[in-house]
């Protein structure tokens, strides 16, 4: 059983940088892959970005490409996504999952097994 909570979301405008943690308790966080989705109000929830049980492997959604920088530290039990230029097309609920997944199916939804309760991020223009 892993439980995972989000931390770092809040109100900023266009062009900030926000960066959003996410804690893991639980046993073998650190065989597990990570990832973080987002939903925003009306719209289906969709993949942001991925990283691999090592770190070694890293997945983003094209339209974050360049922009966000996911990672992790397995001694800490904690993800992040640092997300650089944000856009007003960036507010959403970003939620953390950690699922025992394997490309190519990093970017579906439905192949994690944990989730966290999500963390809200509004960009203003």
């Known amino acids: 059983q892993v439980q995972l909570v989000e931390s770092g979301g809040g109100l900023v405008q266009a062009g900030d940088s926000l960066r959003l943690s996410c804690a893991a308790s639980?046993?073998?966080?650190?065989?597990?892959?990570m990832a973080w989705f987002r939903q925003a109000p009306g719209k289906e929830r969709e993949f942001v970005a991925a990283?691999?049980?090592?770190?070694?492997?890293?997945y983003y959604a094209d339209s974050v490409k360049e922009r966000f920088t996911v990672s992790r530290e397995n001694a800490k039990n904690t993800v992040y996504l640092q997300m650089n230029s944000l856009k007003p097309e960036d507010t959403a609920v970003y939620y953390c999952?950690?699922?025992?997944?394997?490309?190519?199916?990093?970017?579906?939804?439905?192949?994690?097994?944990?989730w966290g309760h999500g963390t809200q991020v509004t960009v203003s223009s």
């Open positions: 999952a950690a699922g025992r997944v394997t490309p190519p199916l990093v970017t579906s939804s439905l192949e994690y097994t944990y």
């Open positions: 639980g046993r073998s966080f650190s065989t597990y892959g």
């Open positions: 990283i691999r049980w090592s770190g070694g492997g890293k």
